[in-house]
């Protein structure tokens, strides 16, 4: 356990202090070091976040699961109202707080874990059944989900309903069960993106990508080219060119191929392996925690980290068509910055009394039973 809490602690640091090098370099030619200090800001109070989600006890999240999902759920709904939901390229994501941006969409991605993984420790011997298993924690994930996909945000809708389905499966869910409403929520999203034309177009122009380098598919080519022009080693860093009015969003959604074309290829990879490992990690201490509880929650907390760097690389390198998410850790962002450092340290506190909670055990075992209370005192 306590190689893969090193591990983990590495990993996240590691990305952390790439992150903030990039943001500077992708942002200092348009605002200078304004990005930086906010993003630095927002790092300050999820590293408190992260702090104080290791000390506490994670089992304490039982007792707030419900009220943090019926949060999630209210600023959801309030982001969708004009006036109160900032409206940008289209999509209410942000509530606007004075200065300060929050997107609820990514507290509800915590909150929805949290619930599934209350849900499936409470109900747990309900779970391999059709009622149990699905209709509870299904309406849980159609509400949030829902939301989220009428702000619009297909990005961040696919990414959790991934996830929600591999917590379920984790849980004991049957496949027979999961399946046909993942079929109906994938011909959903097909028919909605055929009456989306600027969605179709993406995903049409992916599939013709060169044909549409001038187009829809702009961002995705630019991506493509910064990428090639750094090669093995790099142009150097600040040394890149796509950042200067080129490759949109190079900032957020699109600072990995600043990495690449700045850093070269040996980084990226390097990127793809700090990812693999820390959700390799993560997933160890998910199975090693003392409860069923702690298995879900590390496991929902693992993957969601996981799948959100694969969709944004997947998006940048072109092998997945144009999605908004930001890339864990790096991306310009302080809400994902924030809800993604709280989420280490959940992991955290599970490695932490998972430890505890074995060597406690092996003492026992090791004392004997003549150590154990009698059961005639």
Same mark, same amino acid.
């Given at each position: ?50 702090? $104080? ?5 994670? *089992? ?40 300060? *941006? ?5 507290? !509800? ?32 994930? $159609? ?41 109906? !929520? ?8 055929? *009456? ?19 187009? $829809? ?23 890149? *060119? ?47 925690? =003392? ?36 890339? =864990? ?37 090791? !004392?004997?039973?003549?150590?154990? =209370?009698?059961?005639?005192?």
């Amino acid at each position: 356990m306590k190689l893969a809490t090193t591990l983990l602690v590495f990993c996240v640091t590691a990305l952390l202090a790439l992150g903030m090098v990039m943001l500077y370099s992708s942002s200092m030619a348009q605002v200078g070091p304004r990005y930086l200090m906010t993003q630095l800001a927002c790092c300050a109070m999820g590293l408190v976040a992260c702090g $104080v989600g290791a000390c506490l006890d994670y *089992r304490w999240l039982k007792k707030v699961a419900w009220p943090l999902l019926g949060l999630a759920i209210i600023l959801l709904i309030l982001v969708l109202i004009p006036g109160i939901g900032k409206k940008v390229h289209g999509a209410r994501r942000w509530i606007v707080f004075g200065g300060l *941006r929050f997107q609820p969409s990514e507290l !509800a991605k915590l909150a929805l874990i949290i619930a599934l993984a209350y849900y499936g420790e409470r109900f747990q011997k309900w779970m391999p059944t059709f009622r149990g298993g699905l209709l509870g924690p299904g309406a849980m994930i $159609v509400v949030v989900l829902g939301l989220i996909f009428v702000e619009p945000d297909r990005g961040a809708t696919i990414l959790m309903a991934a996830v929600s389905t591999i917590l379920l499966l984790v849980a004991g869910v049957r496949w027979r069960f999961v399946a046909p409403p993942f079929c109906l !929520a994938v011909a959903g999203l097909v028919i909605s993106l055929w *009456r989306d034309p600027m969605r179709f177009g993406r995903v049409f122009g992916w599939w013709h990508l060169e044909q549409n380098q001038n187009g $829809v598919n702009y961002q995705a080519w630019q991506g493509m080219l910064a990428l090639g022009a750094g090669g093995w080693n790099g142009l150097g860093l600040g040394q890149g *060119r796509q950042k200067f009015d080129f490759l949109p969003e190079h900032d957020t959604d699109f600072i990995f191929a600043v990495i690449g074309e700045e850093l070269g290829v040996i980084a990226t990879v390097l990127i793809v392996v700090a990812f693999v490992t820390l959700v390799i990690c993560g997933v160890y201490i998910a199975w090693n925690s =003392p409860d069923v509880f702690g298995l879900l929650l590390g496991s929902g907390i693992s993957f969601l980290i996981g799948m959100q760097a694969f969709i944004n690389i997947g998006v940048v390198t072109s092998a997945l068509p144009n999605k908004g998410l930001p890339l =864990p850790f790096i991306s310009y962002g302080g809400s994902n910055l924030l809800i993604m450092l709280a989420c280490v340290g959940v992991l955290l506190s599970i490695a932490r009394h998972g430890r505890v909670g074995r060597v406690a055990l092996e003492n026992e075992e090791l !004392a004997g039973p003549e150590a154990s =209370p009698s059961l005639t005192a």
